[in-house]
């Protein structure tokens, strides 16, 4: 798990879908996996397994997951910039958790494999604190770090006033239209909503960071499959070869399922969606907010 790369990631996928996703939808995305399991995990006799295993709630971490999310989504809704930022959001996430030694099923339930890098150790069994404490020393803790560094250098622009106003309102003036007339927020305060995400991320990593060094005290060990001092969580013995035939068997199974979801239902849902109505440059944050209070800002 990753406890800021998830938030960071958020401003770098924007960057690359521009109009086409909402952004409260990528955020929701990001968010899924964990908010339907992070509260139980602590609890759980086997943090990890219950985590991201099978049995357990790991089909929470796979790409079937946010597929039936977003068709869910967009048959209620019918807003296609909703529909594409929930996937991609919550695909974003499956690939991230990767990098732990419990890994994810991506391809879950065509196959339950357990697909990993193991660049750092999954620690739930630690307990809250204990986990936080191991993953800020181990690589964990870098990754998060150069996920900042990446918003920073590549996705910069994500973060003025401008783009809040030529691309993020406009790809979703239903819900940042609402939270201004309804919640009375004026662009400012939803500005601050929309900015909020990345600082929250970094507060995390901060803090956090300074809890291990200071007051849990424990070593940093920033080298693979660290830190050295907790028991590691493998929910899988297999070899190199059997992880990479059944992933893969695994990859071409999900791929016709979900072609024919696609042409099952799947296109016809897109087909009666829409796009954000107003997606013509400065026109549609306009509509949305009103003239005047733009202009007075
Ligand atoms: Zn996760």
Redesign the pocket.
Known sequence: ??WAA?EFENYFIQRHVGLKASFLAIMLGTSI??LF?KSFVYASADPAYF?RGWPGVGFT?SLIFGVAFAALILAVTRSRSWALGVLIGQWA?VF??VADTAGVMPFFPFSTEPLTISMWKHAAAEGRYGDAAAYYSSLGGVWDLFWFVVVLVFARNTLKRSYFRDVIVPADPRVWGWMHRTLRLPEQALLLVYRGLLFYGLGRMIVWFLYARFDARTPFQPAWGGPAYIQGNDLSDAGALEVIGRTSIGAVLFAAFLWICWRLFIRRLWRRGYDPPMTARGTGVRAVFGARQLDAA
């Open positions: 798990m990753s998830h996996p964990d399991t985590h971490h996430h991230t958790d």
